[in-house]
């Protein structure tokens, strides 16, 4: 079960909301050292390293969604909140 579970409704076309959540998954990649793949309409990320060590999820982009699923290591779970937080942000600014 995920630890962190959030949903957007959007108006942008898939292959938009999949470029904009594409840029997020690279921004990520720089800040806290993910690696992400694209399956399908799903971007699938862990960290293997780094301040996100341990972190693993998923970014589901549909015609009018995108679900964000984030499994949180036990040491950063005291710190779910801030990082739903943040999570929110990007994903508000995402769509």
């Known amino acids: 079960m995920a630890t962190i579970e959030l949903s957007r409704s959007h108006s ?3 292959d938009d909301a999949k470029a904009k959540a594409e840029e997020l ?3 990520m990649e720089g800040k806290l050292g993910i690696s992400w793949k694209w399956d399908g309409n799903t971007i699938r990320f862990d960290a293997p390293s780094g301040a996100a060590k341990g972190t693993k999820g998923e970014v589901r982009v549909s015609d009018k ?3 964000v699923s984030i499994d949180l290591p036990f040491m950063l779970r005291v710190m779910k909140g801030t990082i ?3 999570v929110k942000e990007k994903l508000d600014a995402l769509v």
């Open 25 to 27: 998954a690279k921004g």
């Open 65 to 67: 969604q995108v679900q």
């Open 84 to 86: 739903e937080d943040k």
């Open 12 to 14: 942008l076309s898939i």
